[in-house]
């Protein structure tokens, strides 16, 4: 029987290119959805800067985002469990905000 697992996995070649793989650098996120979808946005946000760009936008199922979040958590308690717990300004300051509005539905990160 776990011969006949093993026959039906099925093996994924990822291809990364050299440009892709230096990835891109954000520190904001924004998150939109609809009854079909979830549009997560990267923002690189700079201090004294009025404008924030976003330099990448991933679209996905809202099935893929429930597993992307899965994947998420379980890899954010494995660094914790090796570095140790990250602080984030949300546990200092629960009333702090970032003053963006892009409209459409609204969510956080």
């Given at each position: 029987?776990?011969?006949?697992?093993?026959e039906?996995?099925?093996?994924?070649?990822v291809?990364?290119?050299?440009?892709?793989?230096?990835?891109?650098?954000?520190?904001?996120?924004?998150?939109?959805?609809?009854?079909?979808?979830?549009?997560?946005?990267?923002?690189?946000?700079?201090?004294?800067?009025?404008?924030?760009?976003?330099?990448?936008?991933?679209?996905?199922?809202?099935?893929?985002?429930?597993?992307?979040?899965?994947?998420?958590?379980?890899?954010?308690?494995?660094?914790?469990?090796?570095?140790?717990?990250?602080?984030?300004?949300?546990?200092?300051?629960?009333?702090f905000?970032?003053?963006?509005?892009?409209?459409?539905?609204?969510?956080?990160?």
């Open positions: 029987m776990e011969d006949n697992n093993k039906n996995e099925q093996q994924i070649n291809e990364l290119s050299e440009e892709m793989a230096e990835g891109v650098y954000s520190n904001l996120a924004m998150i939109a959805h609809s009854n079909s979808e979830f549009i997560l946005d990267f923002i690189r946000l700079m201090p004294g800067v009025p404008r924030a760009k976003v330099k990448a936008r991933i679209i996905i199922t809202p099935e893929h985002a429930k597993r992307l979040v899965a994947a998420l958590k379980d890899n954010i308690e494995k660094y914790e469990d090796q570095y140790g717990p990250i602080q984030s300004n949300h546990d200092a300051d629960p009333s905000n970032f003053p963006i509005s892009f409209g459409g539905p609204g969510g956080e990160a």
